[in-house]
């Protein structure tokens, strides 16, 4: 289906795609706003399409659909899991609350809809710190991200942060060893890094941020060539922004966000498909830590 087509399907069937940098190439292009998980959040709630594909995985979805109950919200592939967003349990949360007083549960947005509904805050990997920093509790419990959690604590020296154990397993992988590889093979280029990195790796690094974060720092850092530690699935941005620099990648690849293909989105909007549901009582529970993140990055 060429572009003009595809353009009159959606405008037909009242559809919006939106696409994470992490899904293949070819649907990022095909997509109406392609960014990381807070623009994708924040764009969600200023649609006036009824219907919104999110080309990402499930969670993605499920965020979506909380912040838009009226709209008809699809993913790409009901299959398409985060694994990080299972590792931790509404039990785990309650335990953490018996034992701690002034605590407040700060929730990565990589979480399921349930997991939220028991949160405080929500949080994207790109205003965790600013989140944090709005939140008056001095105990945290950081969820379920322990890499991230990790990497915004030291800002917080007067903060009691509480860590899951939970992790991306693409990101968490990288050890200092393959960096520094890395860093010796090509030692004019700059390191850029997701802070779901383990803390003793973004110490190797030249910047580390958010998918968002490392797109702008290749333009303000300078330089021609980048090492970039994250999912693969970035450098399609990259090379459409900045044709004329070098990159290199460490194989990182998130199975999930690869299960996305073109030919589902289109068939969904042709034909429609299985909407992402979620009960009322966790909806409103969930939208409340979502819409607390949202005010706070207002300011």
């Known amino acids: 289906m060429n572009f003009e087509s595809l353009t009159q399907l959606k405008k037909e069937k009242d559809f919006v795609i939106l696409a994470h940098y992490y899904v293949d190439g070819e649907i990022q292009e095909m997509a109406d706003y392609v960014g990381d998980s807070f623009s994708l959040a924040k764009k969600a709630?200023?649609?006036?399409?009824?219907?919104?594909?999110?080309?990402?995985?499930?969670?993605?979805?499920?965020s979506v659909k909380i912040l838009n109950p009226?709209?008809?919200?699809?993913?790409?592939?009901?299959?398409?899991?985060?694994?990080?967003?299972?590792?931790?349990?509404?039990?785990?949360?309650?335990e953490t609350r018996e034992a701690y007083d002034d605590l407040a549960v700060v929730c990565y947005v990589n979480s399921t809809a349930e997991i939220k509904a028991h949160?405080?805050?929500?949080?994207?990997?790109?205003?965790?710190?600013?989140?944090?920093?709005?939140?008056?509790?001095?105990?945290?419990?950081?969820?379920?991200?322990?890499?991230?959690?990790?990497?915004?604590?030291?800002?917080?020296p007067k903060?009691?942060?509480?860590?899951?154990?939970?992790?991306?397993p693409v990101h968490h992988v990288i050890t200092v060893e393959q960096v520094e590889k890395l860093k010796s093979a090509y030692?004019?280029?700059?390191?850029?890094?997701?802070p779901e990195c383990r803390p003793?790796?973004?110490?190797?690094?030249?910047?580390?941020g958010s998918t968002?974060?490392?797109?702008?720092?290749?333009?303000?850092?300078?330089?021609?060539?980048?090492?970039?530690?994250?999912?693969?699935?970035?450098?399609?941005?990259?090379?459409?922004?900045?044709?004329?620099?070098?990159?290199?990648?460490?194989?990182?690849?998130c199975e999930d966000m690869k299960k996305v293909k073109k030919?589902?989105?289109?068939?969904?909007?042709?034909?429609?498909?299985?909407?992402?549901?979620?009960?009322?009582?966790?909806r409103e529970k969930a939208y409340i830590p979502l819409k607390r993140m949202l005010e706070i990055c207002k300011k």
Request: proline content about 4%.
């Open 45 to 62: 709630t200023e649609l006036k399409e009824e219907n919104i594909i999110m080309a990402g995985v499930y969670f993605m979805g499920e």
């Open 70 to 94: 009226e709209k008809h919200v699809y993913v790409g592939d009901m299959d398409a899991d985060c694994p990080m967003a299972h590792m931790v349990t509404v039990e785990k949360i309650k």
């Open 119 to 156: 949160s405080d805050y929500c949080c994207t990997s790109s205003n965790a710190t600013k989140v944090v920093q709005a939140i008056p509790e001095k105990n945290i419990f950081f969820i379920p991200d322990q890499n991230l959690g990790k990497n915004i604590a030291p800002n917080f």
């Open 159 to 168: 903060k009691n942060f509480i860590f899951n154990d939970g992790y991306c």
């Open 187 to 194: 030692p004019k280029a700059k390191v850029l890094a997701h």
């Open 200 to 208: 003793e790796v973004l110490e190797l690094v030249d910047y580390k």
């Open 212 to 253: 968002s974060g490392i797109l702008d720092a290749v333009e303000t850092l300078g330089g021609e060539e980048f090492i970039i530690l994250t999912e693969n699935g970035i450098e399609w941005e990259l090379r459409e922004r900045f044709p004329n620099k070098t990159f290199i990648f460490n194989e990182m690849i």
């Open 263 to 282: 030919e589902e989105l289109i068939r969904i909007m042709e034909e429609g498909g299985e909407e992402v549901e979620i009960s009322e009582e966790i």
